[in-house]
């Protein structure tokens, strides 16, 4: 219960906040320009992006009831598959991009205001859309392997709410708050849980027979007892370990395993080939891209090497005399930190 409602409360806060403070940015841009005059096309264009994550999640949700057991767990694994993909591309695109994160959407900004309406309406729909679409997916997939539906939902929610406000005191230069590690801590939980659903998403697809394994009838059955074989002697297609008379699948301590480490009381050995090979892949390649992050480098002028925050201006660029006033603007979210230390 507590645990379903933990990790998704996180999923729903750290996602939420990426949205939230990339909308603050947009908008402390065009007040910056005055240009207020534009911001009803910019929630426009967010109030679309929302509109959209809310029927994808609708859609995946009622239509699965009209569909078969073995349909249902296709799609299920199929979307749970996507949503490890997303997860993982966002992870290593915010360390790559974050740098130039703000620039980009200020510079798509000015383009749009050289547009029609609806590139500005674009903007604020691309901008918050991804975000959307991907934490969509990833809470759906997280809801059906926890199986506790109104508590994984209603963490959700008061994630995203939670979010939607820590956004807008940042934005209000009302909270100071260390994005860089909070952004690092969150992510690298992430991939825990990206292991963890890509594991369910194998279980899903063993058993609507997408994959071979102990529901089918090619498993492999133990001579003694005439079930699926569990251990060394049901590799690479049976049961890889059953702890169930230990820990029971229904109970807390399963559920919190299950949330944060992907771990079911009785995985497949499918199903634990990938955990560990994504973990064993995507935790070095996490590690490093924090480590390049936090890096000085050596080329870069005393400005340019300056901590700043992920979304804005650096505080310490406020204090530079050698800058003009113009480049001493504060915007959204001067006080807070780069994830990863990048400006």
């Keep these: 219960m507590l645990a379903s409602f933990f990790a998704t409360f996180l999923i729903g806060l750290r996602e939420g906040l990426e949205a939230a403070l990339v909308v603050g940015i947009l908008v402390a841009y065009l007040t910056r320009l005055d240009r207020r005059d534009a911001l009803p096309k910019l929630w426009t264009g967010v109030g679309l992006a929302i509109a959209l994550a809310l029927t994808v999640g609708a859609i995946f949700t009622f239509g699965a009831y009209m569909l078969t057991f073995e349909a249902q767990e296709l799609l299920g694994g199929g979307l749970s598959l996507l949503a490890v993909a997303m997860v993982t591309w966002m992870i290593f695109w915010m360390q790559k991009a974050g740098r130039t994160l703000k620039a980009g959407l200020e510079g798509g900004v000015d383009k749009a205001l050289r547009g029609g309406v609806w590139a500005l309406v674009a903007i604020g729909f691309v901008s918050v859309a991804r975000e959307g679409v991907e934490t969509t997916l990833l809470l759906w997939s997280m809801v059906q392997s926890f199986g506790d539906t109104p508590f994984a939902l209603l963490g959700a929610l008061l994630g995203l709410v939670a979010a939607v406000v820590l956004g807008w005191l940042i934005a209000r ?168 230390g990048a400006s």
Excluded: C
């Design 173 to 340: 230069g009302m909270l100071r708050l260390d994005l860089g590690r909070f952004f690092t801590w969150t992510g690298g939980f992430l991939v825990v849980v990206a292991a963890g659903v890509l594991a369910y998403a194998f279980h899903d697809l063993q058993e609507a027979g997408a994959l071979p394994g102990p529901f089918g009838a090619g498993a492999p059955i133990d001579p003694a007892t005439g079930l699926v074989a569990t251990g060394w002697a049901g590799f690479p297609f049976g049961w890889a370990f059953d702890v169930s008379d230990a820990i029971s699948p229904g109970g807390p301590l399963a559920a919190l395993l299950q949330a944060t480490v992907g771990f079911m009381p009785a995985m497949t050995w499918l199903q634990v080939i990938a955990w560990v090979v994504y973990i064993a892949v995507v935790v070095p390649l996490f590690v490093r891209g924090v480590r390049a992050n936090r890096r000085p480098k050596a080329t870069a002028s005393p400005v340019a090497a300056t901590p700043a925050s992920h979304y804005a201006d650096a505080p310490a660029a406020h204090a530079a005399p050698q800058l003009s006033d113009a480049a001493r603007v504060p915007d959204a979210a001067a006080s807070v930190t780069h994830p990863n």
